[in-house]
């Protein structure tokens, strides 16, 4: 979703204020068993190739340091690739999907909490500010530290740091290019953990550290790093067909058999063509292994009615040899902003392990669902003057509106199975909604439970869908995630023009929003008079506790001053939820 550009610039953990109750607010929800329509094609299969080992430590702590190549050249403002209006909707009152509003109560279901990283972090460890900061939250037994701790790893952009369930450092913060072997580390950073191996997988854009990027930087890779009792590792895999593209905004998830990432393409003149998502297959058991050689297959680009597809997004564990994806349609074919969006795209991948056994075809074939309208999302109004001030010889903005980019899945696809047998796949994007009681078109987060299989069989259907929304607020990159007991956790950015951008949840069939941590002040940044974007996300993140202890959350928001960059003042929070109720 997101390419760097470059500018001049210079360059304590806290717990979070007390949980209030936002008194606006919230959600509905409906069944959709609409008959699916083919895609188009019906199938693509994958070509094989390979990746190789860059380096491997026994530790995070022993990696070799590597400084960015963009040290000290200043902020990099990490924006779409996409050309569109700015801050420009065609989405009106008529358009936004109605959603009813309902008076909130509160919740007790908050275990622990704690302020992450923030810019102040980012700029220490590479010599200058980034923004957004993104989200790749995980938790997991880190089998390199004595004792196997259970760690809360949060890599952002472009720093990395873990901790215990309480925020406590296990080791000291590192930078992405570092963590990565890579000097042109680019961010979308991601984490991932899989308990049967007890192994953590991190994603992000890089190019070659043989060469870096060539001067139209259509020669990305993914980078991937594995880290599990055999060691930290990190590889390189092919994202630009070649040497053609610019492989964007790397979303990840996982099988059984197979470590898989999508990307969004953009090729030819100043990667301006984008072609629609591939996906990369790469092999479980030899990453796990830390093999020197990592084998890997590339399947797409591929298109969903005629319309190229941005942001395919893959499942996290599905717990069998099956992969699985899930695409909005956020753009029209002509590449203009979809005003209302009104389908999801199912994506099946099948026989993942060949990636590792070379024997048959790796495969990937799509339905189309009708689902619920998802409206393209409005500049979400917030607590900022508008006014430009000098800091550090750099102009400032206190901004009076955050920008949501649009509606393509961003955030995890969460897996589950019902007692028939049928695997769930739970989402979340960002929408325009117009609240019942509210006279605006506000953003909010379009939710979906696509079930696929089970007892009685039959394709992917839309089982339940619905909204959050909030009266006079505007939730911002909503991502939720479902535990072992009880019913699905959001988390989102909440704001508005008397609201600081703040963490905030929901469980959804509640009811209810809390604003777990009110933002300090105002969001302040260099992005919007130096790349006129005032860029906030890309994604929050959720992750169901692997000992099935509750739901762990994260997003972006604005921290205690003590932690705020004056260049740019976000930071993220982190907590922990575990809250008993049985709606869906």
Same mark, same amino acid.
């Given at each position: 979703?997101?390419?760097?550009?470059?500018?001049?610039?210079?360059?304590?953990?806290?717990?979070?204020?007390?949980?209030?109750?936002?008194?606006?607010?919230?959600?509905?929800?409906?069944?959709?068993?609409?008959?699916?329509?083919?895609?188009?094609?019906?199938? !693509?299969?994958?070509?094989?190739?390979?990746?190789?080992?860059?380096?491997?430590?026994?530790?995070?702590?022993?990696?070799?340091?590597?400084?960015?190549?963009?040290?000290?050249? &200043?902020?990099?403002?990490?924006?779409?690739?996409?050309?569109?209006?700015?801050?420009?909707?065609?989405?009106?009152?008529?358009? #936004?999907?109605?959603?009813?509003?309902?008076?909130?109560?509160?919740?007790?279901?908050?275990?622990?909490?704690?302020?992450?990283?923030?810019?102040?972090?980012?700029?220490?460890?590479?010599?200058?500010?980034?923004?957004?900061?993104?989200?790749?939250?995980?938790?997991?037994?880190?089998?390199?530290?004595?004792?196997?701790?259970?760690?809360?790893?949060?890599?952002?952009?472009?720093?990395? *740091?873990?901790?215990?369930?309480?925020?406590?450092?296990?080791?000291?913060?590192?930078?992405?290019?570092?963590?990565?072997?890579?000097?042109?580390?680019?961010? +979308?950073?991601?984490?991932?953990? @899989?308990?049967?191996?007890?192994?953590?997988?991190?994603?992000?854009?890089?190019?070659?550290?043989?060469?870096?990027? $060539?001067?139209?930087?259509?020669?990305?890779?993914?980078?991937?790093?594995?880290?599990?009792?055999?060691?930290?590792?990190?590889?390189?895999? @092919? /994202? $630009?067909? &070649?040497?053609?593209?610019?492989?964007?905004?790397?979303?990840?998830?996982? +099988?059984?058999?197979?470590?898989?990432?999508?990307?969004?393409?953009?090729?030819?003149?100043?990667?301006?063509?984008?072609?629609?998502?591939?996906?990369?297959?790469?092999?479980?058991?030899?990453?796990?292994?830390? +093999?020197?050689? =990592?084998?890997?297959?590339?399947?797409?680009?591929?298109?969903?009615?005629?319309?190229?597809? =941005?942001?395919?997004?893959?499942?996290?564990?599905?717990?069998?040899?099956?992969?699985?994806?899930?695409?909005?349609?956020?753009?029209?074919?002509?590449?203009?902003?979809?005003?209302?969006?009104?389908?999801?795209?199912?994506?099946?991948?099948?026989?993942?392990?060949?990636?590792?056994?070379?024997?048959?075809?790796?495969?990937?074939?799509?339905? #189309?669902?009708?689902?619920?309208?998802?409206?393209?999302?409005?500049?979400?109004?917030?607590?900022?003057?508008?006014?430009?001030?000098?800091?550090?010889?750099?102009?400032?903005?206190?901004?009076? %509106?955050?920008?949501?980019?649009?509606?393509?899945?961003?955030?995890?696809?969460?897996?589950? *199975?019902?007692?028939? &047998?049928?695997?769930?796949?739970?989402?979340?994007?960002?929408?325009?909604?117009?609240?019942?009681?509210?006279?605006?078109? *506000?953003?909010?987060?379009?939710?979906?439970?696509?079930?696929?299989?089970? %007892?009685?069989? &039959?394709?992917?259907?839309?089982?339940?869908?619905?909204?959050?929304?909030?009266?006079?607020?505007?939730?911002?990159?909503?991502?939720?995630?479902?535990?072992?007991?009880?019913?699905?956790?959001?988390? %989102?950015?909440?704001?508005? /023009?008397?609201?600081?951008?703040?963490? #905030? !949840?929901?469980?959804?069939? /509640?009811?209810?929003?809390?604003?777990?941590?009110?933002?300090?002040?105002?969001?302040?940044?260099?992005? +919007?008079?130096?790349?006129?974007?005032? *860029?906030?996300?890309? !994604? $929050?993140?959720?992750?169901?506790?692997?000992?099935?202890?509750?739901?762990?959350?994260?997003?972006? !928001?604005?921290?205690?001053?003590?932690?705020?960059?004056?260049?740019?003042?976000?930071?993220?929070?982190?907590?922990?939820?575990?809250?008993?109720?049985?709606?869906?």
């Amino acid at each position: 979703m997101i390419r760097f550009r470059r500018a001049w610039l210079s360059g304590g953990i806290v717990l979070g204020a007390a949980s209030l109750v936002v008194p606006l607010v919230v959600l509905s929800g409906s069944a959709n068993a609409a008959p699916a329509r083919a895609a188009d094609p019906t199938s !693509y299969q994958g070509t094989f190739g390979s990746g190789h080992r860059l380096t491997q430590a026994a530790s995070i702590s022993s990696l070799p340091k590597v400084a960015s190549s963009f040290r000290n050249e &200043g902020p990099r403002a990490l924006t779409p690739v996409r050309v569109r209006p700015t801050h420009t909707s065609t989405v009106g009152a008529s358009d #936004a999907a109605p959603a009813d509003a309902t008076p909130l109560g509160s919740f007790n279901g908050v275990l622990t909490a704690f302020n992450g990283l923030s810019d102040v972090n980012s700029d220490e460890l590479n010599g200058g500010e980034d923004t957004p900061p993104d989200q790749g939250l995980c938790i997991g037994r880190d089998t390199t530290l004595p004792g196997s701790p259970e760690a809360v790893i949060e890599p952002i952009n472009s720093a990395s *740091r873990e901790t215990d369930t309480h925020g406590n450092l296990l080791r000291p913060d590192v930078s992405l290019a570092t963590l990565f072997a890579d000097p042109y580390a680019s961010g +979308d950073v991601r984490c991932l953990y @899989d308990a049967r191996d007890q192994t953590f997988f991190f994603t992000e854009i890089g190019f070659p550290v043989a060469t870096g990027p $060539s001067p139209s930087e259509e020669n990305t890779v993914d980078d991937v790093v594995v880290m599990n009792r055999s060691g930290v590792a990190a590889y390189q895999f @092919d /994202s $630009s067909l &070649g040497g053609t593209c610019l492989g964007d905004q790397p979303k990840t998830g996982f +099988d059984n058999n197979a470590l898989v990432i999508s990307t969004d393409e953009y090729c030819g003149p100043q990667t301006a063509n984008e072609i629609g998502a591939i996906a990369t297959v790469i092999s479980l058991p030899q990453l796990v292994a830390e +093999d020197a050689t =990592v084998n890997d297959a590339t399947v797409g680009p591929v298109s969903l009615a005629g319309d190229p597809v =941005v942001g395919l997004d893959p499942a996290i564990n599905t717990g069998s040899g099956t992969a699985y994806f899930l695409n909005t349609d956020p753009f029209l074919a002509n590449g203009n902003n979809n005003p209302v969006g009104d389908v999801v795209g199912v994506w099946t991948l099948s026989n993942s392990a060949a990636v590792t056994n070379g024997s048959g075809t790796i495969t990937l074939t799509s339905v #189309a669902l009708p689902s619920e309208p998802y409206a393209f999302p409005v500049p979400a109004a917030s607590t900022g003057t508008g006014t430009v001030t000098t800091v550090d010889g750099f102009p400032i903005t206190s901004e009076n %509106f955050l920008n949501p980019d649009d509606s393509r899945l961003s955030e995890p696809v969460w897996v589950t *199975r019902d007692i028939l &047998g049928g695997i769930d796949l739970w989402t979340a994007t960002d929408a325009a909604v117009t609240p019942r009681g509210d006279s605006a078109v *506000r953003d909010g987060a379009a939710w979906f439970r696509i079930r696929i299989g089970g %007892f009685f069989g &039959g394709g992917p259907t839309i089982v339940r869908q619905g909204y959050v929304t909030a009266v006079g607020a505007y939730l911002l990159y909503p991502a939720l995630a479902v535990p072992q007991l009880g019913d699905p956790d959001m988390v %989102f950015t909440i704001t508005s /023009s008397t609201i600081n951008p703040s963490a #905030a !949840y929901t469980v959804l069939g /509640s009811g209810k929003i809390v604003n777990e941590a009110a933002g300090a002040d105002p969001h302040v940044s260099f992005s +919007d008079v130096l790349f006129d974007e005032p *860029r906030w996300g890309d !994604y $929050s993140w959720a992750q169901v506790d692997p000992d099935g202890t509750g739901v762990w959350l994260a997003t972006e !928001y604005i921290p205690p001053t003590a932690d705020q960059d004056p260049i740019d003042n976000w930071g993220t929070y982190m907590f922990k939820v575990n809250n008993f109720s049985f709606s869906f």
